[in-house]
Nanobody
Framework: QLVESGGGLVQPGGSLRLSCNAS????????LGWLRQAPGKGRERVSC????????NYLDSAKGRFTISRDDAKNTVYLQMDNLNPEDTAVYYC?????????????????????????WGQGTQVTVSS
């Protein structure tokens, strides 16, 4: 089970830290991802962190502003989001792939596709508005 928290309403330029607490599986062996879905749009990958703590970032618009991290002792993955803008408004999800192989790579060797994430949290709403 994955449970996100930390979303809310923030002004442009502000920051939020999202948390995702995991239970019921061997968290330390899994890669974990953050994805988001903006109103009227499909889900998109934001970032992924492998079991060793190395991050992969997929959104050009978020590079330098979003940082993914994990604390295996707390079974928690984080997404620190700084300098937020209205285009970051979305429901943010954490997700895990099917296999505990610890990597952010999918079957084809590229980044995990959205459909390769099989364990999902319920999402947390982030709204950036003045």
């Amino acid at each position: 089970q994955l449970v996100e928290s930390g979303g809310g309403l923030v002004q442009p330029g502000g920051s939020l830290r999202l948390s995702c607490n995991a239970s019921g599986f061997s968290f330390e062996y899994y890669a974990l991802g953050w994805l988001r879905q903006a109103p009227g749009k499909g889900r998109e990958r934001v970032s992924c962190i492998n079991a060793e703590g190395a991050a992969s970032n997929y959104l050009d618009s978020a590079k330098g502003r979003f940082t993914i991290s994990r604390d295996d002792a707390k079974n928690t993955v984080y997404l620190q989001m700084d300098n937020l803008n209205p285009e970051d408004t979305a429901v943010y999800y954490c997700a895990a792939p099917a296999l505990p192989d610890g990597v952010c790579a999918g079957r084809t060797g590229g980044p995990l596709r959205i459909d390769e994430y099989v364990h999902w949290g319920q999402g947390t709403q982030v709204t950036v508005s003045s």
